[in-house]
């Protein structure tokens, strides 16, 4: 008789093999996109794979371009505050 078990971790298949792993963190994109690759290393401790995941979770490429928006909109404002001061 086989009984059934309820996991809190969602189960994906992966290379023919069900692994368990965690959900990305509630704030994880936001993080992301503010800090970056090693941010989020630092911040949550994670393995670049795990990492890896967590952006694909989150949204992938999408997200990839939110940081690189991120990142211009601080630039753009970086300069305006040097040539304000010149």
Known sequence: METAVQVDT???ARSGSAHRHK?????????FIRVGWRGVEEAYGSR????RRWIDDCGGETLFA???EYRQRLRQL????????A
Do not use: I
């Open 10 to 12: 969602p189960v994906v």
């Open 23 to 31: 959900p990305a963190p509630p704030a994880f994109a936001e993080v």
């Open 48 to 51: 670049t794979g795990c990492n």
């Open 66 to 68: 939110l940081r690189r």
């Open 78 to 85: 970086r300069a305006g505050q040097r040539s304000a001061r």
